[in-house]
């Protein structure tokens, strides 16, 4: 499975983005079969998941990013969203779309292991 992010750029404080994480269409991909979680990683920091939907379709939002991000996905076109609004300089990252085949559980938990990984689309926020 391939993954393909996009969406990230260079945003003021206070604005938005919309991530995009886009399954390769060759791939035998079905996203009620996989977790899929947005993680990520700042300067200087471990990576940190923010928003996920586990293999059961439950989903999770971080508390540092609830009421501002929202993850949702589109099974028909592959693809996973994240929609950030009132972005904050702190939000500055990497950020990476991750799968896991019958992921179950919290895929916001730290030890939780993702088995593919997209390449990371950049968000820089200006104050």
Do not use: H
């Not at 390769?24 to 009620?32: A, D, I, P, V, W």
């Not at 990576?47 to 989903?59: P, T």
């Not at 076109?77 to 019958?102: I, W």
């Amino acid at each position: 499975v391939q993954l393909v992010e996009s969406g990230g750029g260079l945003v003021q404080a206070g604005g938005s983005l919309r991530l995009s994480c886009a399954a390769s269409k060759e791939s035998r991909f079905t996203l009620g079969d996989y977790a899929i979680g947005w993680i990520r990683q700042a300067p200087g920091k471990e990576r940190e998941a923010v928003a996920c939907f586990n293999s059961d379709g439950y989903q999770f939002t971080s508390d540092s990013v609830k009421g501002r991000f929202t993850i949702s996905l589109d099974d028909r076109t592959k693809t996973v969203y994240l929609q950030m609004n009132s972005l904050q300089p702190e939000d500055t990252a990497v950020f990476y779309c991750a799968g896991r085949l019958y992921g179950r559980g919290n895929c916001l938990a730290s030890k939780y292991e993702y088995d593919y990984w997209g390449q990371g689309t950049q968000v820089a926020v200006s104050a």
